[in-house]
């Protein structure tokens, strides 16, 4: 199904419903109309949940340039080790002057 078919599917049921119909075909209109109506909530939610991890999916990614791509690897590989800068504590104060590392 695509996105925006979902209106062809619920106009179905409303021509369906405004003609002519027995006890039966009525009961299993309504039940078509029902079935749709909790198919379109689902399918909403389905669509939202798709478009969030549209950013992650390899279309995203491949249109990507490498320097974003490096500047995303590196900013992930930042965070997981929670130093904002490779080799430093967080919080240690500014690098020494002389350019030697604190030991």
Known sequence: ???DDMWLWVETGERWQAQDLNAAEAAKVDQYVA???AFAASYTVILALADE???GTIEATLAKSDLELGVEALA???ARQGEPVPGRVAGAGPPPADGQRHR
């Open 1 to 3: 199904m695509q996105r």
């Open 35 to 37: 079935a749709v109506d």
């Open 53 to 55: 991890l549209a950013a």
């Open 76 to 78: 992930g590989a930042l």
